[in-house]
């Protein structure tokens, strides 16, 4: 059983930098896509973030430049490091792994980033 454990959140000051970690358990980490998405009140969860199995990243426009994605496989995390936060980051974000045998999508509970102006 896949389960992803996310911590990092918090409430910044806009300009401010938070890091998101999550942690994988119940899998062999390395083999599979991961990505950060987020959900703010009233919108639908958007990708922010993708790294595949072989380090290729990929970003949203709305933090190309300030937010980078990494992955430690010896440490199953996946980080998600928020530079030059603005108001409108503020959402929950979510920990994804796609499977790479099923092409199952698994989510972590989420972590609430919260930026004041």
């Known amino acids: 059983q896949v389960q992803l454990r996310e911590s990092g959140g918090g409430l910044v000051q806009a300009g401010g930098s938070l890091r998101l970690s999550c942690v994988a358990f119940?899998?062999?980490?390395?083999?599979?896509?991961l990505g950060w998405y987020r959900q703010a009140p009233g919108k639908q969860r958007e990708l922010v973030a993708g790294?595949?199995?072989?380090?290729?990243?990929n970003y949203a426009d709305s933090v190309k430049g300030r937010f980078t994605i990494s992955r430690d496989n010896a440490k199953n995390t996946v980080y998600l490091q928020m530079n030059s936060l603005k108001p409108e980051d503020t959402a929950v974000y979510y920990c994804?792994?796609?499977?790479?045998?099923?092409?199952?999508?698994?989510w972590g509970q989420g972590t609430q980033v919260t930026v004041s102006s």
């Open positions: 790294i595949t199995n072989g380090g290729r990243t």
């Open positions: 994804n792994l796609n499977s790479y045998m099923t092409h199952l999508d698994y």
């Open positions: 119940g899998t062999i980490f390395s083999i599979h896509a």
